[in-house]
């Protein structure tokens, strides 16, 4: 396998500036960085990204994090190793990375149980943290980035 074009933010330098700066801005609200991590993961395996679906475990696994809970996050929902405030994360995830598939895109359900566990500083850097996975999985899938290219 051979990738298409050299990283988008290789090539555009701003664009990872821009990106970082979203990050941050997630990052400093407080919302966990276990949660941001299963996030990441989860919306990868969806989009198929392969460079993310291989990066993500590595960090994870990095900043402590068990291989059985890496490696069932995409079972979540019959897999006992995530709380209920990670659990409302994951569906949040699916229902934001899957936002084509039904007539209601984010419904009330998963959107009311995601605030029962995060108040709406932290409601917003999951939203964002979502979104940032999105794009970042679209960077990387359209130009055909190769797993394991990136080594931390």
């Known amino acids: ?3 298409r074009m050299t990283n988008i933010v290789a090539v555009l330098p701003n ?13 400093e609200t407080g919302l966990p960085e276990t949660t941001a991590q ?15 679906v291989d990066l993500h475990p590595r ?3 990095k900043a402590g994090e068990t291989d059985r809970r890496i490696l069932s996050v995409a079972a979540w929902r019959e897999a006992p190793f995530y709380t209920d ?16 598939d039904r007539e209601e895109p984010v419904p009330d359900a998963i959107w009311n149980e995601a605030v029962r ?13 979502i979104a940032t996975i999105n794009v ?17």
């Open 38 to 52: 299963l996030v990441h993961l989860r919306a990868s395996q969806i989009n198929g990204c392969s460079f993310c």
């Open 85 to 100: 405030a990670e659990r409302a994360a994951l569906a949040l995830t699916e229902a934001l990375t899957r936002i084509a």
């Open 15 to 27: 664009v990872m500036t821009a990106m970082g700066a979203l990050q941050k801005a997630a990052q």
């Open 59 to 61: 960090l994870m696994k």
């Open 117 to 129: 566990h995060y108040d709406e500083k932290t409601l917003a850097a999951l939203v964002v943290e």
């Open 136 to 152: 970042w999985n679209r960077f990387n899938v359209a130009t055909r980035q190769i797993a394991g290219e990136w080594t931390s």
């Open 1 to 3: 396998m051979q990738s």
